[in-house]
Each structure stands twice: as structure tokens, then as C-alpha cells.
């Protein structure tokens, strides 16, 4: 393959590169400085602005209308870190569990599990705001009834990821060979045994990667919580499951519509501690597949 | 191999695993049944969730179509669910507005998207080494990886101020710098599909158009451009997806005015923009607007499953090509 990509590129350039391939050339060119210079005027607009409010007052305090100069989001991270731990607990063990059947046990022949595979494909794909409609018609009211507090927001974040941790999941396992398999079985061992002490373990690597970016586009994630009552004016650190909450995205939600001076400060560095989470997030998997991915 | 040859040791991936299926299926733990019936539960959940989703939809709808006529409420030019009572029915409930405004932002996203987006994936996958490519993709992958809300922020905060002068936009909530920013937040999305469609072309192709005397140029662009359209235009549809469902980006930065605007530099509300303005204030359960939030709801979900339903059409048919 690489040498195919080698003969063809021998092959052009000379004489036959004529004016306009030069133009060409210089419009692909373009698209990729305009679409980087797009990032790093975001970034840089960022680090700007938010690097001077980036200081103990911001992850020790609260936020306060009176003195947003010296305020914080606490609330705000410990609310991230208790809905987007529980969105981990629910949506991991569901997600894994979902593609090990579909990839290791499922008949591909049968209806019911074409069905399922067309349907993770499009929940895929819907709005996450519609997760915000789903939980907040079934489990904030009634039936379940729980209000607008820590847990629903995570039920509507693991469903909301779920189908994008079994799509990791899913390639990961599919890329150990068949062999590992046959002569997992050959020796005596059941189809759950192979999959617990030969599977999972050499799949490790894909799916984590897989559910650590899955995780960090929770943790971004605004929209379904704003439908499900993260939006008010919280102090107070969350204490449990069934606590009111807000969570960062949700709070730069906020500040958003404020229009004061420090608001915008205060916004900016939550907004570059935020980022500064999902790049560390991000770094973490990239680190994982290159470190850890097997080749067979 | 020829169609007669039967070769029960087969290495294909399917009479692998049907040969493996068999021979598991005579295993008689009871444990190894009841997990995998545990397993199955965990997939057939997402078949829950979408039930779910249309339950939630459709039932607060049978209570908004008994006072709002489904014709107005389709064809209707005016939106007024945000204004006044909030438990009066007695209000303009044309949801044109809203869709319009969706549309108009979607199509600005995609007129910035498509054109880098396909630049990009060009690049990429007929003039990039493989080191450049290495480094190109994560960066861009961060395009996508930045929180909406951010990005709506920093429309209102940086870009809007930047660009009103030059573009004569008259107010800082505005759906064409939305669009803008919409655009760039998809152009991950555009490029890497095209970018897996147009290296998924066999080589055998660009062999051919060289070997015909065409430069890299004239192949990307009348070869491999064409092989991989179905690709790429499933590439496009699925960012089109995205764009109509995105909300926070609309929320913070399109306007919260549903106003039926040709002009794109105005504010004007999209779908998702209304229903993150309804709940995030107080919309009493069971009042007029409550409903509506569910019927706009319903008719965002309708639009992007009909998207959906043709983007995974487009893939599975672009797969079986080679």
C-alpha cells in the first residue's frame, strides 16, 4: 500500500504540473490554514482572556452576582465531576456490555439484531437535545419523577454517549483476530470464558480511548442538561445523586447571558479550565491508542 | 475462488463465526445462557431509548394538535409561543419561522463547511504523506471536540464584534456568524468521511488516470473526486445532521427572536434555540408553551431521522461499491 502511494506520487510533478495544479494546490493548501487559524484564534482568544481569572478564586468559590470579580465555579466543577462520574458508572458497563453481544454473540441473519444495529447507527445521530426531552418527559416527571437534580442529568448524558461507546467498543473488539477466538475455544474454553480472559483484555486499549473521548463530549455537553433544570442559579456544591446541580458547560450557559465586564472575564476562564480538561482528556487517549494498541 | 468450491475452514469473517456460533451453541452451562441474555438486554436498551424518545414526542401532541391546527402549525408564518400568557392558547402558532431560521443557519454552516471540509479531506488523502496526516487530524479532530457553548460564546464575545463592521451586521445576535461558527464546528465531521471515502477509491484508479497521462490534479479532481461522491455526499449529509440539531451555538448566539427573515445578518430563533430558551426559563408543565416544546421537538426529530435515514443509505451503498 505504502509503495503504491510512492509509485503514484513518482509518477506526477515534471512538466505535467501546469498552472492550474499549482492554483489547486494553493486552494487545498488554503482550506487547511483557514480551517487552523479558525482554532488558533479560538484558543488564543481564550488563553487571553481567561489566563488572568485563572486562579485559586475560580476553583475555590462560588459564583456571585454581588462580587463576580472575585468569584468562582466550584459548584459548577463538583457538579461535573459527580454527573459525569455517574454518566461513566451507567453508560460503560451498559455500552461494553451492548457491543460485546452484537459483535460476540449476536446472529447477524436474525431481524431483531439487524434492527438494534440499525438503531444504535441513528440514536447516533439524533440532537442531544432530544436525550434533554427524553429524560425530561420520563424521569424528571413522572413516572419516575426524580426532578431536576444530579442523577437525571447523568441518565440523559449516558444515553446520550451510549451508542458511541458501543461503536468504539464494537471496531475494538473486531479488530482481535478470529484466531485468538478459535483457539481460545479449541482449547476447551466457553464463549464467556474467551470473551472475559481473552477479549477484553486485548481490547482494553481501543475501548478505553473510545469511552475517554466519549466521556470528554459528556463533560462538553450542555444542551439535554439545559432542558432538565441545570440552568439555576446554584451556590452550593452538589451532596449526592439527588442533589441540585449545575455543571460547567452550563454555567458558561449562564454567564453567557450576563452582560457585565467580570461576567466575561469570569466566563473566559471557565471556559479555558474547561478546555483545559478536555485537551488533558483528549491527550490521555491519543496516548492510549499509540502506547497501548496492539498490533496482530 | 470459484463459486463451486466449498472449504468448510473457510477464513472469512462470517464462517468463522458462524463455525464458532455452533460450536458454542452445545455449551450447557445455565450461567453462560443467562449472561448471554443479559448482554442482549444491554443492546435491546437502545431499542428502549428510541421508543422512548417517539412516546415522549408524540403523546404531548395529541393535547397541542387538540387546540393548534397541524395545518397552521406546519404552514403558519408566525411564531408568538414565547410572548404573553403563558397558559393562553389564543397565540400564533406557525412554526415556519423556526424552520426557516434552522435552514438558514444549516446552509450558511454548509457553505463554509463543504468547501474547506472537501479541501481538506482532498489534501488529506491525495497529496498529504502519511507524517503530515498524523499530525493534521488530531488538530482537527479538536475542531469538533470544543464545546458548542464555547463556540456560541465566543461568537457573541470575539467573532460577532470582528466581523459587524465589515459584514453590516446590525445586531450582535445575528444567524449568519452562528452559521459561521456552526460551519467551522462541522468541518471535522465533512472532512474525515470524505476523507475515508476518496481513500477507500482503489489505486488501481489513479494508476489508470496517471498512466492516461492526467496529473494529480486532473485525477483528484475527475476520478477519484467523482468515485468517492456517494461518500462524500454522505459526508455532507451528516454534517447537515448536526447542524440542524445543533442548540447551544443557535441559544447563545442566532437570537431568541422567532421572526420570519430572508436577511441572514438578522437574529432570528431556530428549533433548538426555542426549546433551550423555553426550558431553561420556567415552562409550567401541562401550559400551552410546555407543549409546544414537545411539538417542536417532534418535528426537529422527524427532520433529522429522515437525514439520517438517507446518510446511512448513502454509506451502506458507497461500502458495497468495491
Redesign the interface.
Known sequence: ??A??L??RA???GP???A??TV??A??????A???L??IF?LL??IVNGAARLDLNLITGVPSTIRPETSGVLPAIMGTLLVIGMTAVIAL???I??A???EE????TRWYNR??E??????A??????????V???VV?SPLNLGAVALSGSIALA?LI??VI?ISTREALRAVP?EI??GS?AVGA???QTVWHQLLPAAVPGIATGSILAI??A?????PL???GA?SFVTFNPDGPLSRYTVM??Q??N???ESREEF?AL??AT?LL??II??AM?GLA?FLRNRFQQRW | MTATTIDPVS?G??S??QA??E??KS?L?V??RI??V???G??????L??I??V???V??LFTFFANVNPIEFLTGTTWTASFGDKFSWAKDWGVLPLVTATFMATGIALLVAI??????A??LSE?AG?RLRKV?K??????A??????????A???ITPFLQPLLGIPNIYNLLVAGIVMG?MI?PTVASLSEDAMSAVP?AL??GS?AL?A???IT??RVVFPAALSGIIAAIV?GL??A?????IL??AGGNLAQLTGDPREEAQTM?AF??QI??GDAP?GSPVYYS??AV?AL??AI??II??I??RLVRKYRQAY
Open positions: 500500500m505504502t503504491d502511494v509509485s503514484t509518477l506526477d510533478g505535467r504540473r501546469d492550474a495544479s489547486f494546490l486552494a487545498l493548501w488554503t482550506c487547511l483557514v480551517a487552523s479558525f482554532l479560538i482568544t481564550i458497563p451498559l455500552g456490555a451492548a460485546i453481544y452484537l454473540y449476536a446472529d447477524r434492527m438494534i440499525l438503531n444504535i447507527q441513528n440514536l445521530a439524533v440532537p442531544s437535545i432530544i436525550f434533554g426531552i427524553l425530561l418527559a420520563f416527571r444515553l451510549l451508542p458501543i478470529g477466538r478459535d475455544l466457553t464463549q464467556l470528554s463530549r463533560i462538553g455537553e450542555a444542551a439545559v432542558l432538565i440552568t458547560p452550563v458558561i450557559f454567564f453567557a447571558t466575561v466566563t473566559y471556559i474547561l478546555i478536555l485537551l483528549n491519543i | 477464513p469473517p462470517n468463522g463465526r464458532r456460533r460450536l458454542t455449551s452451562r450461567g453462560e449472561i448471554e443479559l448482554l442482549a444491554a443492546a435491546g436498551l437502545s431499542v431509548v428510541t422512548g424518545i412516546l415522549a414526542l403523546i404531548p468547501p474547506l471540509g472537501l479541501g481538506i482532498m489534501f497529496y502519511p493534521v488530531p488538530v482537527l479532530e479538536l475542531l471536540g470544543i464545546p458548542t457553548v464555547v463556540y456560541g460564546f465566543l457573541v464575545a470575539a467551522f468541518i489505486q489513479r494508476q496517471f497521462g496529473n494529480r490534479r483528484t479532481l451528516l445532521s448536526r440542524v440539531g445543533e442548540t447551544m441559544a447563545v433548538t426549546i433551550a426550558a431553561s408543565q416544546l414537545f421537538g426537529l426529530f433529522t431521522l439520517n435515514v446518510s446511512i
